[in-house]
């Protein structure tokens, strides 16, 4: 499974961004698809993640009230939709694939979003 992220840049304090992912390869029909995001010096935590078949979502506490996951499953895609960021928002953000059934997981390659006061 290949992932590609997109969406990244810069933004002010109170602004948005969207982040988009697409899955590509063998993609199984039981799959999870998220984002997590590392600062620097800082473990890499959950911001997202949404699964395939009943769209459940799951939230960091960073994230809720303030972000929104979504998926579109016919083009193996995830989005995170990011409103009212924060300096604190500042990381790069990690597209995550997991195939539930065969307990493997993949990462994208990153995307940075920077959050200016």
């Known amino acids: 499974v290949q992932l590609q992220a997109s969406g990244g840049g810069l933004v002010q304090t109170g602004g948005s961004l969207t982040l988009s992912c697409a899955a590509s390869?063998?993609?199984?029909?039981?799959?999870?698809m998220g984002w997590y995001r590392q600062a620097p010096g800082k473990e890499r935590d959950l911001v997202a993640q949404?699964?395939?078949?009943?769209?459940?979502?799951e939230y960091g506490d960073s994230a809720k009230g303030r972000f929104t996951i979504s998926r579109d499953n016919t083009k193996n895609m995830v989005i995170l939709q990011m409103d009212n960021l924060e300096p604190e928002d500042t990381a790069r953000y990690y597209c995550?694939?997991?195939?539930?059934?065969?307990?493997?997981?993949?990462w994208g390659q990153g995307t940075l979003v920077t959050v200016s006061s």
């Open positions: 390869g063998s993609i199984s029909s039981a799959n999870v």
């Open positions: 995550l694939y997991v195939a539930v059934l065969e307990n493997t997981m993949y």
């Open positions: 949404i699964t395939s078949r009943r769209q459940v979502t």
